[in-house]
């Protein structure tokens, strides 16, 4: 069976340091992969997909890059946090699909939740 | 781009059925999901839809009408447990490149 690991669980981190958070996925094979944040008490808001090693796109322009070095492996980076990328990072994978009725939804991680003080 | 809206919060009584109703208005429309998170937590898949109709797992059904760029989650015998938000996210697709785009999400408190 597939399994998603994303880690930390919780991060505290001051404004200007670095980020990374660290995503892998178990049990397939050429997934799409997703990072999503959601600040508190708001809608997940689409940061970056990928649907192969080096293919990443970027929906919303900030601090924060993505990276896909390996098949299964997607890491959300930053060079230097703000106060406004606290958030709840989630990251999601998907089996790669075309046009059809095949029903593949996104699996989640647990998240990580990010505190920038 | 996409548009996709959800009322913000509802209301319902334990044993009750409740509708959550969802519009978008997007392009490259391949299937629309619902997910179930609870506070703290990572979102929990619920059903698809990609075809017009309804779903029915359980409980919960879900509709899509296509013309109409509309769906809805429809929960019954609520239980004190389906308090939590319900989120609907409409999936794009344009050759192998696909992105799920999610609303804010409706937040659900199941009353006594």
């Known amino acids: 069976s597939q399994t998603i690991h994303q880690w930390p669980a919780t991060l505290v981190q001051p404004v200007g340091s670095p980020l990374s958070l660290e995503c892998t996925v178990e049990?397939?094979?050429?997934?799409?992969l997703y990072w999503y944040r959601q600040a508190a008490g708001r809608g997940l808001q689409l940061l970056f997909y990928?649907?192969?090693?080096?293919?990443i796109s970027s929906e919303v322009p900030q601090n924060l890059s993505a990276s896909r070095p390996q098949d299964r492996q997607f890491i959300l980076s930053s060079k230097k946090l703000l106060l406004s990328d606290s958030g709840f990072y989630l990251c999601?994978?998907?089996?790669?699909?075309?046009?059809?009725?095949?029903?593949?939804?996104?699996?989640f991680g647990n998240g990580t939740r990010l505190t920038v003080t | 781009g996409q548009n996709i809206d959800q009322p913000t919060e509802m209301t319902a009584t334990e044993g009750a059925i409740v509708q959550i109703n969802c519009t978008y208005q997007?392009?490259?429309?391949?299937?629309l999901f619902w997910y179930q998170q609870h506070a703290g937590e990572a979102p929990t898949f619920l059903s698809y839809?990609?075809?017009?109709g309804l779903e029915e797992k359980g409980r919960f059904s879900s509709f899509l009408s296509r013309s109409k760029g509309y769906s809805y989650l429809l929960l019954k015998e609520l239980q004190m447990k389906d308090s939590a938000s319900y989120l609907c996210a409409v999936r794009l697709a344009s050759g192998g490149y696909q992105k799920v785009t999610f609303g804010t999400g409706t937040k659900l408190q199941v009353i006594p």
């Open positions: 999601a994978w998907s089996v790669l699909v075309w046009q059809g009725t095949n029903n593949s939804p996104l699996h």
């Open positions: 997007t392009s490259g429309f391949n299937g």
């Open positions: 839809n990609v075809l017009d």
């Open positions: 990928s649907v192969g090693i080096g293919q």
């Open positions: 049990g397939t094979s050429n997934p799409n």
